[in-house]
Each structure stands twice: as structure tokens, then as C-alpha cells.
Nanobody, 121 residues
């Protein structure tokens, strides 16, 4: 019912930048929150940043000031601009969506397949 397609991961040196993009499609009635989470090897999935339909954003302490999240409510896309990347930012980054589809009474969480980000020292 909902598809999330991520792009923009890759390999970058410490101090470099990457931009992740995620496009949501399907039978979407309304989107509450879009965002990004990440999971490093052997670690639990953690919040990177989220943004509401009203453009209220939230960041993890580790990403605040270096990462910027933005969304396009018309295109149903969410981007993550990552600057000043550190080796500890290496992880699989997952696009996240809390949305209501037309056939549902409630909103549900949806996840993308993940895109790899590797930061070399």
C-alpha cells in the first residue's frame, strides 16, 4: 500500500557530505511524520531526525547541528542533508513514514529498505 524508495547513500570521507532522499508513494491519504533512522552493525535502530507535516523537526543529539531534514508535502518526499560526517555516522539509514492510507482508519508506521552510508576516517 505504501512504498518508500531511498537514494543517496554511499562512501564518503570524514568531514564530507551526503544527501539522502526518500520518496513515498501508494494509496496515501495523509502523512503525519517523515524521517530517518539508522542502524549501525551490532546496534539498535536509532532516531536520526524526523519532521512533521507542519515542518516541526526533531534531531538526535548526535546529529543536531550537522544534519538537516526537509520535506516536500506535495511530492511526499523527505531529504536528509548530512554535513560534517564522522566515522560513527556509518550505518544503514532507513526512511520512516507515519501515514494513513485510504483503506485504513488509523495511521501506521512504514519503513524503507535502507541505504548504506559509510564514512571513512
Amino acid at each position: 500500500q505504501v512504498q518508500l524508495v531511498e537514494s543517496g547513500g554511499g562512501l564518503v570521507q570524514a568531514g564530507g557530505s551526503l544527501r539522502l532522499s526518500c520518496a513515498a508513494s501508494g494509496s496515501i491519504d495523509s502523512i503525519n511524520v517523515m524521517g530517518w533512522y539508522r542502524q549501525a552493525p551490532g546496534q539498535q535502530r536509532e532516531l536520526v531526525a524526523t519532521i512533521t507535516s507542519g515542518d516541526s523537526s526533531m534531531y538526535a543529539d548526535s546529529t543536531r547541528g550537522r544534519f538537516t531534514i526537509s520535506r516536500d508535502n506535495v511530492k511526499n518526499t523527505v531529504d536528509l542533508q548530512m554535513n560534517g560526517l564522522k566515522p560513527e555516522d556509518t550505518a544503514v539509514y532507513y526512511c520512516y513514514l507515519n501515514a494513513k492510507v485510504f483503506a485504513a482508519f488509523y495511521a501506521f508506521d512504514y519503513w524503507g529498505q535502507g541505504t548504506h552510508v559509510t564514512v571513512s576516517s
